[in-house]
């Protein structure tokens, strides 16, 4: 048997026993303070180093659930160890793999309004997703899943100071995409879930400084221009919409109101 057939039937053998494990576990599916929340321990954290005040939400780019657990839960993965808080289904099943007092190895090289150690300070979501689908398109997010993310969103942000919620390209613009524009953060802030504004406001400085002020690492302007639209001003991405430097003024503009009146 080749390396390559040796490696394929072990990662069938992980689905399986992943399969197996969550036949074992919906079973005992209420163990927590949250109904549909399931254990399913992941090896991949450490110790963390500040208190929680952010939040990032990713997709897994790994089609199925089975496949996402295996690799957050994998501890020997040449391609690295990586792992979520939450791992949250397209059923809106969610999965606790790491406890939230400990650091998570989801956000990787990043930044935030100055702050590097992003794994430190944060918690993460997995959102099963496929990212970019094989026609090129963005996969839709089901309703049931995200209303289980803002269902877990809303019950972390009941217990955590949480200042800011993120995706990872967010904090990781040179690097990731994900959640990716077709990610519904209206929606989100509809429900006091990070902040959105619909409007343009009329630059009172350069995009470059009020992305560092949102709290972009702006040291690839275009990268961190991008990253500002897959979340503020998707329409930019997906039908070319144009005054992207507006919403970022009037973003800049509600963040600044927020922090003034806190
Ligand atoms: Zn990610």
């Not at 399931?38 to 180093?49: A, D, G, I, Q, V």
């Amino acid at each position: 048997m080749c390396v390559n057939a040796i490696s394929v039937w072990r990662n069938v053998a992980k689905v399986w026993l992943v399969v197996l494990c969550l036949v074992v576990l919906t079973s005992c599916s209420s163990v927590n303070h949250m109904k549909t929340l399931r254990m399913f321990p992941s090896p991949n954290f450490n110790e963390r180093k500040y208190p929680v005040s952010v939040l990032v939400l990713h997709y897994t780019a790994i089609l199925t659930c089975e496949e996402s657990l295996v690799r957050l839960c994998d501890a020997t993965n040449e391609a690295g160890r990586v792992s979520a808080h939450y791992l949250v289904d397209r059923d809106g099943s969610i999965y606790n793999l790491v406890d939230e007092s400990k650091r998570a190895w989801h956000a990787g090289v990043g930044s935030w309004a100055g702050m590097n150690a992003i794994n430190d300070c944060s918690i993460g979501i997995e959102i099963v997703n496929a990212g970019l689908t094989a026609d090129g398109k963005r996969e839709p997010f089901p309703d049931a899943q995200i209303d289980a993310v803002i269902k877990l969103c809303k019950d972390i942000q009941s217990r955590y100071p949480i200042k800011y919620v993120l995706g990872h390209s967010d904090v990781a613009p040179q690097r990731k995409q994900d959640p990716g524009e077709a990610f519904p953060w209206k929606k989100l802030a509809e429900v006091g879930i990070g902040v959105w504004t619909d409007n343009f406001a009329e630059p009172k400085k350069s995009v470059a400084e009020m992305l560092a002020g949102i709290g972009y690492d702006v040291s690839d302007i275009d990268k961190a221009t991008i990253a500002f639209q897959r979340h503020w001003h998707p329409e930019a991405i997906t039908d070319g919409a144009t005054n992207t430097a507006g919403r970022v003024a009037a973003v800049w503009q509600l963040i600044r109101n927020n922090r003034e009146m806190k």
